[in-house]
């Protein structure tokens, strides 16, 4: 299945944003809650766009993630420990390849958290987890920034289509985590992408973002906590990038269990 450019460029427009999204508010004082944070996240987000060598306007075009607070704690779900220690989690699924950043941003100084392991899970095309495909973890470089190669997730019928994101509080897997979380989708993504194949043989009950309970919680306060994809070359073929930013507490720790 092939799109025009004009079609993909207005799902871009409608689809692509980027945040830091927040967590309980009992996890942090109302001073660091309502710290305005641009200019340093501004300067986290320039480098992220430039390693790509693309110059286009598309990317972040508002930016959201103004307060430096925590992003939103979600219930552990298909979680499976001891990922493996990896950059692509594809491990032979089929489906659009995306490469994902996570940026991690400590929300007590406002600036990038480095060398923080960061773990990712999530359905394949069909919308099933496997028992090691789709997942896996890697230490956050000294810009606070994860990189990995997966692809675009099949929606299951737990709730809206969504990755499982989890941050230690050290480069070590087995190290206390500082944050569970679910990072989302439009629901124009999902709905676009899921025509093709083999996305479209996905069976399970599709949930939207405003029927899910996780969805609506993440986005307490105004906050969205969407990823912002941006298409590469302007087409399917070469895949798709994704950008989020996940703010967390290195001292709010506990045991991943």
Partial sequence: MHFSLAFLASIAACCGLSSAYP???????????????????????????????????TYYPSLRNLT???????????????PPIRQDV???QV????????????????????????EIW????????????????FPAGSNGIAE????????????????????HTSSSASSEVAHVGQIFFTDKWTTII????????????????LDDPVYAAANQAGFYPVVDIESIHDDWP??????????????QSRNAS
């Fill in 23 to 57: 967590g309980p508010a009992a996890s942090v004082s109302q001073e660091l809650a309502r710290r305005n944070c641009s200019s340093e996240i501004s300067a986290f987000n320039l480098p992220r766009r430039e390693q790509r060598n693309v110059k286009r306007s």
């Fill in 148 to 167: 990995f190669q997966t692809i675009f997730p099949g929606f299951t019928s737990e709730g809206a289509n969504h990755i499982n994101v989890m941050v």
């Fill in 238 to 251: 070469d895949g798709v990038i994704g950008y989020i930013t996940v703010g967390v507490d290195p001292s």
């Fill in 90 to 92: 594809t491990e032979g």
């Fill in 194 to 209: 899921g025509m093709q194949s083999p996305y479209n043989t996905n069976t399970h009950p599709r949930v939207t973002n």
């Fill in 95 to 118: 489906g659009i390849a995306m490469t994902l950043d996570i940026g991690v941003l400590d929300v007590t100084t406002c600036k990038p958290l480095p060398n923080v392991m960061v």
């Fill in 68 to 82: 430096c607070i925590l992003a939103p704690e979600a219930i552990l779900e298909d979680y499976i420990s001891n």
């Fill in 122 to 137: 999530s359905p394949n095309a069909q919308g099933e987890y496997g028992a090691s495909s789709l997942r896996g973890a």
